[in-house]
C-alpha cells in the first residue's frame, strides 16, 4: 500500500514547530493499516496519516491525546472510540481526541448545529458541545503551538504535569466535586483526583449530560452513587 509517505513528513515538520510537548506514540503497521482502511479517508488526510503511522499523539505532557491505531500506553484507538454498538463515540460525530480531565473532540457529521467538519469540544465542566470553529488539522495546529493554560484555566492546578504524566492514555481524572457543577470552590487543586478508566468517565459524563440537559443552570440536582 502506499501510505503517502510525504504526508508523514509533512506532519513531522509540524511537530518540530510544536510549542507543547509531544510524544508520538508507536503504532502497529498492521493494526494501523486495519484501522485506516475502516476510516475511509485519503492516506494523505492528516487523519489517516496519524492512523497510518501513529499509536496517537500525546500532546502537553499527555494533558491531550490525539487518537491513532492504538498503543500499549494508548490502546484505544480512532475506531474503538467510535463503535457506536459497544456505548461509545456520538451518532454523526467522531471523536477523534481526548483530554485526562474528561473533555473531548470530535468532528461534526450532522450530530452539532454548525459546519460538518468542524471539531466540537465537550468541555467536562459543562457537559455541553461547543463549536471551536476549526477542522480537524486546524485544531491538531492549535493543540502543538496553541496557549492550552489559556484554554483550559481552572481547571488546570499547581504541578498538573506531574500527575498527568502518571496516566496513560487510556486514563482520565475523576475529579470531585465535579468541574460540570459550576462551583469554583474548592479550587481544583484542593479536589479529590482519581485516575479511572477514560471510557468509564465517558460513559457517566454522558448519562449526567442526558439527565441534565433540559434543566436551567444553577438548576439544584441529587446525584446518588450505587
Sequence with gaps: ??????AWSEVQQWLQKAKNTVEILAGNREQGEAVFQHLRVSPRSLMGTLALETGGILVDHGWLRFLGS??????ENLLSWNAIQDGYGIQQAFIVA?????????????????????????????????????????????????NLDQFYGTMRWPGW??????????????????????????????RSRRAIPLQELW??????????????PGTPIKINFT
Design 98 to 146: 481526548h483530554d485526562v480531565v474528561g473533555g473531548f473532540f470530535a468532528m461534526n457529521g450532522g450530530a452539532f448545529p454548525g459546519e460538518k467538519g468542524n471539531i466540537f469540544y465537550m468541555a467536562p465542566d459543562t457537559l455541553a458541545w461547543q463549536n471551536l470553529g476549526g477542522s480537524y488539522s486546524q485544531t491538531f495546529s492549535w493543540a502543538l503551538t496553541g
Design 70 to 75: 492504538g498503543n500499549e500506553r494508548m490502546k
Design 161 to 190: 504535569q506531574e500527575e498527568v504524566g502518571k496516566t496513560n492514555g487510556d486514563q482520565g481524572l475523576s475529579i470531585i466535586p465535579f468541574l460540570w457543577t459550576g462551583t469554583k470552590e474548592p479550587p481544583v487543586a484542593e
Design 1 to 6: 500500500m502506499n501510505t503517502g509517505s510525504s
Design 203 to 216: 460513559r457517566f459524563e454522558q448519562d449526567i449530560a442526558r439527565q441534565i440537559q433540559h434543566h436551567p
